[in-house]
């Protein structure tokens, strides 16, 4: 019988061990590419990630890999290859969510790492901004302007895209406990307004550019959480007296935030889940996550245990001033437009309190089952061989105790590769060509100098230029 239950541990301990490696997030392609990318060398990041493809990328993973190397081929100044990932991002990230709505509660009952990644909302809003700057580069403005189109019309589904999924989940016939959804605070991006401000004035359609500038205006006015800085001088609508060459800058640097993993303490009363992180007070746990406390019927007070769950993490960017010289010399400090990495954060607040909702749930369930597990085994065990049965229930409750808590992992999938800040500027001149360099400083010591070359700029057509160092 000894022999029996000492098997029988080895065979849970073994398949627990297997199960649970599945259920952490791959995360070793970055170890090389990250820096690459920090050191402008975009072309061997996306050489990395295509080798990793098979090895570290899965199926379920998939969004995750056109979105990374989407982003590459952008910064490698590949632009159609970028577009067609991006797009495939974008078409398997509406599929998924689709997918989702059906699924309901059935979901909610698995770890997120076994899931398709279905992308944060942030990436499927910003891969359409690179989508258009691809168009542009590639000449092709009108299907810019869809682009820019649809980062609005996302914006205006988000709030219902949330409402819609939490639903779902909370009117499926076996959720357990009712979550509750933020309403989004976000609903204007003034990066797509300024992209298709240019755009519209550059075809000609100057109501359609004041319009665009008005919404930039209300930005400021607006989301003050997300525009807390000084509103940078706006692109001009009106062509200038004389005959003068509009050239518009942008310029990004940084890398937007990673995922980390943070820990909450668990407490149940009845019919109750009270949530706790060390060190924090209710306000912060609320702030962070939605809420401080879930009803689950049905529960019985006394029983503690954790949960991971990721929160965003901003990535320190060196860069603090952003210089445009021509011709050797110096002729403005681009001003911050956008803190790409605050609209990432206020979009990962609005899908949070679902995400740790549903973990806490499943959590909660798990441990319910493992606790009433464990009491039937150790009973069964100490019936039938005092010695033995102590043995084998004290290594029977170690291993179910080690396999749920890992079970548990945080998902810690997000895109890599996009940026943290947007910049711009804008020079009326004299139309002519013009060697571009653009300086990247922290305080007074130069990063980075960019060569963009002689550039031919006219009057009448649209002067863009792109520049990025993403340190």
């Known amino acids: 019988m000894r022999k029996e239950i000492i098997g029988a541990v080895v065979l849970v301990s073994t398949t627990a061990i297997l199960s649970c490696a599945s259920l952490k997030t791959q995360q070793k392609q970055y170890a090389v590419s990250i820096p690459l990318v920090r050191s402008g060398k975009y072309k061997q990041a996306s050489l990395i990630i295509q080798e990793a493809k098979e090895s570290t990328y899965r199926e379920k993973d998939r969004v995750l890999y056109y979105l990374d190397l989407g982003m590459l081929y952008h910064w490698s100044g590949e632009y159609e290859l970028s577009n067609e990932l991006l797009t495939n991002a974008e078409d398997t990230i509406e599929e998924l969510y689709t997918v989702s709505l059906s699924k309901g509660i059935a979901s909610g009952l698995l ?269 069964e065990l100490n019936e039938t061989d005092n010695t033995g049965g102590s043995i084998a229930g004290f290594l029977i409750n170690l291993v179910a105790d080690i396999a749920v808590d890992a079970s548990e992992n945080a998902d810690l999938r997000v895109s890599q590769f996009f940026p943290a800040s947007a910049h711009i500027a804008e020079l009326m001149l004299t139309p002519g060509s013009y060697h571009v360099t653009i300086e990247y400083w922290n305080s007074n010591r130069l990063l980075k100098e960019i060569n963009h070359g002689v550039r031919d700029f006219r009057s009448d057509e649209l002067n863009f230029i792109e520049s990025y160092w993403l340190q």
């Open 111 to 379: 770890n997120d790492n076994v899931l398709d990644y279905p992308g944060e909302d942030y990436e499927d809003i910003y891969l359409n901004v690179f989508k258009a700057l691809n168009y542009i580069a590639l000449g092709l403005t009108e299907a810019a302007l869809v682009e820019i189109r649809r980062v609005q019309i996302k914006l205006n589904l988000l709030e219902d895209k949330y409402r819609k999924s939490t639903e779902a989940y909370n009117n499926s016939e076996d959720a357990k406990g009712s979550i509750e959804f933020r309403k989004s605070r976000l609903h204007n991006d003034a990066l797509a307004r300024y992209i298709g401000l240019l755009l519209y004035r550059a075809e000609g359609f100057l109501d359609d550019a004041r319009i665009e500038k008005v919404f930039i205006d209300e930005a400021w006015e607006t989301q003050k959480q997300l525009y807390d800085f000084p509103k940078p001088t706006l692109p001009t609508i009106e062509s200038p007296v004389g005959e003068k060459a509009i050239v518009n800058f942008l310029s990004f640097s940084g890398l937007s935030p990673a995922k980390l993993a943070d820990t909450l303490r668990i407490r149940t009363g009845k019919d109750m889940v009270y949530l706790a992180i060390t060190g924090q007070s209710e306000k912060y746990v609320t702030e962070l996550i939605g809420f401080n406390f879930l009803a689950i019927p049905g529960i019985k007070e006394g029983i503690h245990f954790k949960i991971q769950f990721p929160r965003l993490s901003k990535r320190s960017s060196t860069v603090d001033r952003i210089i445009v010289k021509l011709d050797g010399v110096e002729y403005a400090e681009l001003e911050l437009l956008e803190s790409m990495e605050k609209l990432s954060e206020e979009t990962f607040r609005l899908k949070q309190p679902l995400r740790v909702g549903k973990t806490i749930i499943r959590a909660t369930l798990k441990t319910v089952a493992k606790e009433m597990g464990k009491e039937m085994v150790n009973r």
